[in-house]
C-alpha cells in the first residue's frame, strides 16, 4: 500500500513540475483573455477598440504571474487605426484566483509608423495645442518605439511611464526658405523630460549631427541644452539671413565654409519666447567673405569690397547682451594676405 501511495505522489509531483515546467517555458495560447483586455483599454478610454490575436500566456512561478504577449494588433478610434508589432502585460495569479483582472503595466512595441498618422490618432485621445504645432510642422518621417505604461488601480497612466526608440528619413515643412529633411535621431521620452541622440539632419542641404539634445519641462517652460558638431558646412547670404534675425555685429556676411563643435541651452516659456541663450563655440573657419565697411581707403589705398577670411581658429561665447569672439588667422583686404588676431567683445551698446 505504501508503494502505491509513494508512486501516486510521485506521479502527483512529476506531473505538476511538468506543468510548471511547460507553463513557464512553452506556455499556453488562448483567446479568453481578450475580452478583458479589450474591457480594461475601454476603461481608459470607452472609444478605443483594440484587435487582439491568440494571447501567449507564460507562468512565471518566481514573481507569481504570468506574463502575457500577443503579436501584430491594431488599436482604434473612430476611422484612424495604428498596427503594433506586440503588446506585453503581466496579471498576478492571485488576482486571477480572486476573478479580478487587472493590467499594471503594458509594453508596446510598435511597427514603422508614419508620424503623422501616429500624432493625428494621439490627436484623438488627447488633443493638445503642443500636438496641433507639431503635427502642422511636421512634413513626412517614420517612427519605431517601445513604450512602457504603468497604470494605477483606475486604469489611469502612472507618471513613471518610459517611451524609447527611433526616428527616421523625418523632415519638417520650410520656414521662411529654411529646410529641414534627412532627420534622423533616437529618443527615450519620461515625465517631464525628453532625451534625444545620435541627432543627424540637412539643414538647406548641409549635414548637421547633435550628439545629444536634452529638454526638461520645468514648470511653465522648457529647459533645452544640448551638443552639436558641423562638417563642412557652407551657408550663402540668403541662408545667413535667414538663421539669424539679429546680427549682433552688423556683419554684412557673403559666404562661410566653417567645422565647428558647439554647446548650447536655452529655455522656452509659454508664450514659445526664447529666454537665457547660451553658446559656447570652437569654430574652425575655412573661408569667410563679408562685405567692406570699413572707412580706410585713405590708410590703405588698395583695400577690396569684400574682405576675406581664410584659416581661423575662433573662441565664441555668447549670453544675453553678451558676445565674445577670440580668433586668428588670414586675412586678405589688399592685394596681400595678413595675419590677424583678435579680441572682440561686446556689452548692451558697446
Known sequence: MKKV????????????????IYLSTIGIKTERLN????NQVKNYDNQLEIKLNEVNVILDPF????????????????????????????????????????????NISTRSLEIKKLISFIRLIDDSAQLFMIEKFINE??????????????????????????VKAGSLKSIKKINLSKIDFKFNITKNKFNFTDIKLSLND??????????TQEKNRLLISGI??????????????????????????????FDS???????????YQIENLKIQSE???????????????EIFPDIKDIINLTDHKILINYKKDSLNIKGEGDILFQNEKDKIKYDLKKGKNN
Open 206 to 215: 548641409n549635414n548637421l549631427t547633435f550628439p545629444k539634445i536634452e529638454v
Open 141 to 166: 518621417g517614420f517612427l519605431i518605439a517601445d513604450i512602457n505604461l504603468k497604470f494605477d488601480e483606475n486604469a489611469k497612466i502612472n507618471k513613471d511611464y518610459n517611451i524609447s526608440g527611433l
Open 5 to 20: 501511495i509513494y508512486r501516486v505522489l510521485i506521479f502527483i509531483i512529476l506531473i505538476f513540475s511538468g506543468s510548471i
Open 63 to 106: 514573481k507569481f504571474k504570468f506574463n502575457l504577449k500577443t503579436i501584430g494588433t491594431e488599436l482604434k478610434k473612430k476611422d484612424k487605426t495604428l498596427e503594433f508589432e506586440s503588446i506585453k502585460s503581466n496579471i498576478s495569479i492571485k488576482s486571477l484566483i480572486n476573478n479580478q483582472f487587472s493590467i499594471t503595466e503594458l
Open 228 to 257: 552639436n558638431e558641423n562638417k563642412e558646412t557652407i551657408l550663402n547670404e540668403d541662408t545667413i539671413k535667414n538663421l539669424i534675425n539679429k546680427n549682433p555685429l552688423n556683419l554684412k556676411i557673403k559666404n562661410i565654409e
Open 283 to 297: 569654430l574652425n573657419l575655412k573661408s569667410l567673405s563679408l562685405v567692406n565697411d570699413l572707412k580706410l581707403k
Open 35 to 38: 475580452n478583458q483586455i479589450s
Open 261 to 271: 563643435n558647439n554647446a548650447f541651452s536655452f529655455s522656452i516659456d509659454k508664450k
